[in-house]
């Protein structure tokens, strides 16, 4: 056995290590929550972000008349529907798990957790690689922090991230410009 864990050694990188122990983490907390709760926690910024960009043009309107500044406006209401859209993704995330579990099908749902918990790790990691790679290229890494045996999914991950949701530099300008805009 230890030479099994030697070994095993001896062929991961650091950045396998960190991978796994990532992994793990995500599959223990998602079994012990169960796949609705983990779903609902994991989906619940992204639901809260979309609704504000839905419901922000169609509030805003009615609003208008009692703030005179855009920026405050946009900020403040902006907020309360993110807050409120989080608030109400608990309930109905804290419902389910109660009905699942009344229903005899909290095994089943502990057992799709897992599943999902290696799918959120795998996920939670190819972001923050991403990121640390825009901050410091994987190039200039130490050699135990940009090889290993799963390396190649990781960088497969962060290749499919960057393709597929790409910048969208015209944010960034648009943002620049608001922003001189305001300070003028």
Known sequence: MIDFISESLDILSILDIIFIIFILLNLIISFNAGF??????????????FSVKLLLPELKPFMEDYVESDFVLNLVLGTLIFILSIFIII??????????????????DKLFGLFFGAFK????????????NAIHPVDKWHKSLNSGVF??????????????????QEYFDDGKDKIEEISK
């Open 151 to 168: 390396y190649e999914n990781i960088e497969y991950g962060k290749e499919f991230l960057i393709n597929n949701f790409s910048n969208r």
């Open 121 to 132: 790790g795998y996920t939670y990691f190819i972001i923050l690689f991403t990121i640390s």
């Open 91 to 108: 309930i109905i995330s804290r419902s389910l798990n109660k009905v699942l579990k009344w229903s005899g099908l909290g095994s089943v």
């Open 36 to 49: 609705v709760s983990s779903l609902f926690s994991f989906l619940k910024w992204v639901l809260a972000f």
